[in-house]
């Protein structure tokens, strides 16, 4: 494809340049099943008959099977300028597993723009490998910037195998976030 020929621009990433919408496409790798938040409204759902949209997935590509994912992808589309890392957990809730597939898609298609998105929890500990291993932007998703609104919004958070709840849960987070 295209892609494969030539460096996209920044201003090709159809997220963030209004203008790149009509133009280039992007492609979500689910590669993350597991989450270090559980927000209350979340349900990290498969697709099904009734149920197929952004942020539904009909299943979990391992690290291994991403480059036969995008090969077969690539090899129809040529108008795909990103390729987004994201749920249906956090990828920073796995991050060997989610630095191992960055690699792999960045070393085979290194014009193209590597998109990951987080909550934010992680995501200060890995700054440097995932620059490293090919990701050009990085989208933090914020629910709350208030604690005590984050107090509701979040059942639970998870750091180093200890749970954090309620306003402690909030504040943390949002800290990290920052």
Avoid: M
Avoid at 43 to 64: F, H, K, M
Avoid at 128 to 141: F, I, Q, R, S
Avoid at 152 to 157: H, L, P, T, V
Wanted: with cysteine.
């Amino acid at each position: 494809g295209i892609c494969a020929q030539r460096a996209v621009s920044v201003s090709d990433h159809p997220c963030f340049y209004g203008s790149a919408k009509a133009r280039w496409g992007r492609v979500h790798l689910p590669v993350a099943p597991e989450c270090n938040i559980q927000c209350n409204f979340c349900n990290r759902l498969y697709d099904c008959a009734n149920e197929s949209r952004p942020a539904v997935t009909r299943g979990i590509l391992e690290p291994g099977d991403v480059l036969t994912y995008l090969g077969r992808l690539l090899g129809r589309r040529s108008d795909i300028s990103v390729i987004g890392i994201a749920g249906p957990g956090d990828p920073l809730s796995e991050p060997e597993r989610t630095l191992e597939t960055v690699r792999a898609a960045h070393s085979t298609y290194p014009n193209l723009l590597i998109c990951l998105s987080t909550n934010g929890l992680n995501l200060a500990g890995y700054v440097d490998e995932l620059a490293e291993a090919g990701v050009t932007h990085v989208t933090v998703t914020v629910n709350a910037v208030d604690p005590l609104i984050g107090r509701r919004i979040y059942s639970r958070i998870t750091v180093n195998n200890h749970t954090y709840r309620d306003i402690e849960a909030a504040e943390l987070l949002l800290s990290r976030q920052r």
